[in-house]
């Protein structure tokens, strides 16, 4: 292990998550667009997803996800006394999701932000919580990944309407005596290419106006082709550097858990790590992509469905807007 990593040792000690019961399925997608069940499984695995209704925010489904967390960890959220969350789909600019949440769920001793990381948000806020707990000054952190990435969905854009779903998951993360917790996190990023993927409207650069929404600038533009290639790529990368930071190998993982983005390209990246097909999670059928969501509703499901146990090696990665990649490998 790593030896910053080895004293004091954190884990993850809660988890849990929250999606929309409202189904958008393929079928209804071909209603949309042009497009077809057979071009959108065979591409990218993708079956159903969940879709937020016009009442449903973003911090609702983080606000969910973080007390089921905190049940599952037996806390308290008065004893939290830091929430990070990671989306690319707020509420608002301001005040932070992460304030919204703290509100919502009573943690009235926390500092709450956001974090800006697109899909790589969640793995982002556990390597930035992890560092804060061991810096001393925090104690027990809520980590959340939580989006409604069909509100920021072009519907006509038959490239992306496709691959988004909404959710939110979140993690409680404290010290831990037993197992080693977090033996490796790792985070990187390229803003050369950030127009592969972005949301363009809505800042500085584009305030809203009436020009901007005919522009259609407030909904997700990708170049879906070139962030296949990179997220590949970048994701074995950062997941073995994250093993040899750990000394482990891939025969010591017993799930890898990969951003759920397209089941080419889990398949493609788990390949390359040489990790067999039983060690990978995969419910992007099930959820399509929920940008920063994904990762922690993947590990709540591998837990509730006997996948994930105690004593587990995890190597979990992610890959998104920016360019931004990370991983991280805990025992569970
Ligand atoms: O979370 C991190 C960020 N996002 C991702 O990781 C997504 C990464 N990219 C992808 O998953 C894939 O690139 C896509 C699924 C988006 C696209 O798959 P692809 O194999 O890269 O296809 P393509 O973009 O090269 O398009 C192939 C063809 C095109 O037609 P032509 O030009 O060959 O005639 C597209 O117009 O497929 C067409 N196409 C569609 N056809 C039917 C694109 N979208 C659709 C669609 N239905 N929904």
């Known amino acids: 292990m790593a030896k910053y990593l080895a004293d004091p040792k954190i884990g993850i000690v809660g988890i849990g998550s929250d999606a929309p019961e409202e ?36 911090s609702m489904l983080a606000s969910r996800a973080a007390l089921r967390a905190l049940e599952d960890a037996g806390v308290d959220p008065g004893d939290v006394d830091l929430i990070v969350v990671g989306t690319a789909t707020p509420d608002m600019l301001f005040p932070s999701t992460g304030c919204l949440v703290q509100r919502d769920i009573g943690a009235t001793r926390a500092a709450a932000f956001d ?19 061991r810096n001393g ?3 027990t952190a809520l980590v959340i990944g939580a989006e409604t990435l069909t509100k920021i969905t072009d519907f006509e854009d038959r490239s992306t309407c496709v691959l988004f779903g909404d959710g939110a998951g ?43 929404v005919d522009a259609r600038l407030h909904y997700i533009k990708m170049s879906g082709n070139n962030v296949f290639k990179s997220a590949v790529k970048s994701m074995a990368d950062i997941v073995q550097t994250g093993l040899d930071d750990a000394g482990l190998t891939a025969a010591d993982v017993d799930l890898f858990v990969p ?43 591998a837990r509730q469905t006997g996948r994930l146990e105690r004593g587990d090696m995890v190597a979990a990665v992610a890959f998104g807007a920016g360019f931004t990649w990370g991983s991280v490998i805990f025992e569970y």
């Open 23 to 58: 189904l958008l399925t393929n079928a209804d997608l071909e209603r949309i667009v042009d497009t077809s069940d057979q071009w959108i499984v065979e591409r990218t695995g993708i079956r159903t997803r969940r879709i937020a209704n016009s009442k449903t925010t973003t």
């Open 115 to 133: 974090l800006a990381a697109a899909c790589t948000g969640f793995i982002y806020g556990l390597n930035v919580a992890a560092g804060m707990i």
């Open 137 to 139: 000054t925090h104690d």
């Open 170 to 212: 979140a993690a409680v993360l404290r010290r831990v005596e037993n197992g080693s917790g977090i033996v490796s996190t790792r985070i990187k990023s390229d803003g050369t290419l950030g127009e592969m993927l972005m949301m363009p409207g809505g800042g500085s650069l584009h305030p809203p106006s009436h020009a901007t």
């Open 259 to 301: 951003h759920q983005a397209n089941a080419r390209i889990i398949e493609a990246t788990a390949k390359k790590l040489a990790f067999p097909t039983e060690k990978v999670f995969m419910n992007v059928d099930r959820y399509g992509n929920t940008s920063a969501a994904s990762i922690p509703i993947a590990i709540d499901e």
